[in-house]
């Protein structure tokens, strides 16, 4: 499914029925899920849940987030 496709399936902003079929959740998946730490909060002024966040969400569980360092070694030193 193309970027497309996937916007007009699936909104930014999921119902609670939209979010389990989109991530093929049980209805007590998603339950537990809500009541975990750091899984994204419905939003309060259309009362759904960001897609985007909840896809960050899986990614950082998954271990699939990017972790560049700042600092690159290329070896020692030498100011002799």
């Keep these: 499914m193309d970027?497309?496709?996937e916007a007009v399936a699936f909104p930014r902003f999921m119902t609670d029925h939209q979010l389990r079929a989109y991530f093929g959740l049980s209805e007590r998946a998603l339950t537990r899920l809500r009541l975990r730490q750091g899984f994204p909060?419905?939003?309060a002024?259309?009362?759904r849940t960001d897609k985007?966040?909840?896809?960050?969400?899986?990614?950082?569980?998954?271990?699939?987030?990017?972790r560049r360092s700042l600092?690159?070694?290329?070896g020692?030193?030498?100011f002799g």
Excluded: P, Q
């Design 41 to 43: 909060r419905k939003d």
């Design 71 to 74: 600092v690159v070694e290329d």
């Design 52 to 66: 985007k966040a909840v896809d960050r969400y899986f990614d950082v569980r998954a271990g699939l987030t990017e």
């Design 45 to 47: 002024l259309v009362n």
């Design 76 to 78: 020692t030193e030498n």
């Design 3 to 5: 970027k497309v496709e």
